[in-house]
């Protein structure tokens, strides 16, 4: 039977910090141009009062926001594509990298196959949609937003300085009020998911052409109090290539993968680790193993008390009640259809009937 190789752990540990204080950079490359946004729209909008003005007008000073949003925006668009490019070849070297740092030849696809394969793959996250286009929504929605406020200030009645706050927002809430800081958190939490996208596909590219070696991959999730339902449940499972999903599972997803060996190519693995929120834990530990050590006011905090209550005194395994979390297409189950598929084990948790 098939394993992950847990030797690849410390790894890849060191390789998810690399890969979160990248997103949080390409977070932080988005202020300089939130900054010309936000000078270009106030020499707009207080160019002349903005109450009751004609429609032709409104319209008219709608078509120039909306153009300084639309160059700005494509701007940053341009540089991000440029910097998940080059991460996609980065992710191949760096897996091809460490296959031969453990001993095993690899094959590295080039830079322009790992970039079609991270633009090709659908998102989870993007509910099917291709990178691009995950993107190019976000950009629109932004337009749309900053729009509809002006519009809407308009249509009420509100002053120049009341339109300019409400897109700007006040001074007293540090600028966190207004429809510019609802964009910089959608664009967080955009960039943060590409990355992911790009890192995950780019790296199961990389595994997929190495597959006399590598019979498929592990998802690995975050051990935290904030993982997600589905990668919780998804952590520790072996997915053969093409057969399974991949990260990020959800906008804002930390979970990665692991490649898993072929039995004739296991290599050593005792003593390997990963990471968790409380420190270094055996690598072949599942978050709900994890999990069921931890404080039962921590599980129930974590799953709410009914699923805690069912993790400790339910006497499913683990992996039980992992496979218990979601249905076949990998979204979360219900505590409904949980008991229809385990009642004996609600009913010896004291959940039962």
Known sequence: MAQANLAFADDLTRHAVYIERLKSGQVRKFAPFLREIDRRLREILTRGGLTAIEHAR??????????VLAATLSKYTGALDDDLRALAAYEGEFVGGMLAEHGYRANVPTAGQLWTAASSQPLAA????????FIGEWSQAERERVAGAIRLGVAEGQTTAQIVQAVRGTKAAGYADG????????TEAVVRTAVAHVSASARHE??????????????????????????????????????????????NCRSSTTPVLKDEWKALTKGAKRSSMDG????????????????AAFQDEVIGPTRGKL?????????????????????????????RLEPKAFKRAGLGD
């Open 280 to 295: 270094p834990v055996d690598a072949g530990t599942t978050y709900y193993d994890w999990l069921k050590r931890q404080p």
């Open 58 to 67: 409104m319209e008219a000073m709608l078509r120039e926001v909306d153009g």
């Open 311 to 339: 993790l400790r005194d339910g006497g499913l395994s683990s992996k039980r009640f992992a496979e218990l979390q979601l249905d076949r297409r990998w979204q979360p189950l219900t505590l409904e259809e949980m008991r």
């Open 126 to 133: 993007g509910k099917g949609k291709l990178l691009a286009g």
């Open 206 to 251: 990389t595994y997929a052409d190495n597959a006399d070696i590598l019979a498929g991959y592990m998802w690995s999730a975050t051990l935290d109090q904030r993982t997600s339902d589905t990668c919780r449940a998804l952590d520790g499972r072996i997915f053969q290539f093409g057969n399974g999903p991949l990260p990020p599972a959800h906008v």
């Open 179 to 186: 429809v510019l800081a609802i964009s910089a958190r959608k």
